[in-house]
């Protein structure tokens, strides 16, 4: 049994099927289908059921997948620092963030790492979706939730408050919500979306309320909410992240202080998938992402 075989068994596993480990590798099917063979024989024993879709561990090739795994993550990590020796750091990471904090916070954070690491090549994807990391679009992303997937390695960045809010001269012009009820009595600008009915979760202590409530302006781009709310064109209901200078500056003020509201979720996680190995550059940038969020969530 030799390193390069195991880091290949390895690799067709991650994969979830020879065909899909033959692109990720850029090698022949028929190639991976040797190798893996090699291996088999080698060890005398099979390693995986395998079919057209998908390929099954026996109990011996997942205990040689836990041990390779560890073999081949050490190993690339070893040819990277002996690349690395003497250079400034580098590489490519795929980073996906959510539109509205994406742009409006992490934009200032990206930046500065950019700055600090010109070498390291980032890719930066402004979406919500989830299943990105599930089909080996990005190395790590960072998206709002009440709970991360099970399935993958999460780590809590912050807490995500909700806030009602308006401009002062929609306030001066039309009373501000001061029950929940009344949030389903007002033009309401949020990120739902437009023509869906809202489903929203508001605590007070111990207590927990659901609203329906039915949005009359509605994106998934929060820049335009702020200049929506900052217009006058009715009440927000918004991360309180969009218009914190805003509020600061006096342009906007808040209501329906002692209930907390949540949306889409009330926490923020970074997410990267379990098993899959982490460059030197990956790594640089989680650890950055993690020290900048919990600074400012302080």
């Known amino acids: 049994m030799d390193s390069n075989s195991l880091a290949l068994f390895v690799d067709i596993v991650e994969a979830g099927n020879l065909s899909q480990a033959a692109r990720n590798l850029k090698m022949s099917r028929a190639n991976i289908s040797y190798h893996l063979a090699h291996l088999e024989k080698s060890v005398g024993q099979q390693l995986m059921r395998r079919t057209t879709r998908r390929v099954e561990l026996t109990e011996v090739g997942h205990k040689l997948y836990q041990h390779g795994r560890v073999i081949r993550d050490e190993l690339m ?6 690349a690395m020796f003497g250079k ?4 490519s990471v795929r980073l996906s963030m959510p539109t509205g904090f994406g742009h409006l916070v992490m934009s200032s954070w990206l930046i500065e790492f950019k700055r600090l690491y010109p070498d390291i090549a980032l890719e930066l994807l ?13 190395d790590v992303a960072v998206r709002v939730m009440s709970d991360p997937p099970l399935q993958m390695v999460a780590t809590e960045l912050a807490q995500v408050r909700y806030v009602t809010c308006a401009s002062v001269g929609y306030a001066s012009e039309h009373p501000m919500p001061a029950a929940l009820a009344d949030l389903g009595q007002v033009p309401l600008i949020t990120s739902a979306v437009a023509g869906r009915d809202l489903r929203v979760s508001a605590y007070q202590g111990e207590q927990r309320t659901e609203l329906t409530l039915h949005p009359t302006l509605a994106s998934e781009n929060f820049q335009f909410l702020r200049e929506a709310i900052l217009a006058g064109l009715g009440i927000g209901l918004v991360p309180d992240y969009v218009v914190a200078q805003d509020v600061a500056e006096g342009k906007v003020i808040t209501a329906l202080h002692d209930w907390r509201l949540s949306v889409f979720g009330t926490r923020m996680f970074l997410l990267r998938m379990p098993g899959r190995y982490q460059t030197l550059a990956t790594r640089t940038l989680i650890d950055f992402i993690v020290e900048r969020a919990r600074s400012w969530s302080k």
């Open 88 to 91: 400034t750091l580098h590489g």
């Open 77 to 82: 990590a070893a040819r990277e620092s002996v």
């Open 126 to 138: 402004f979406e919500n979706r989830v299943d990105d990391l599930l089909r080996d679009e990005v």
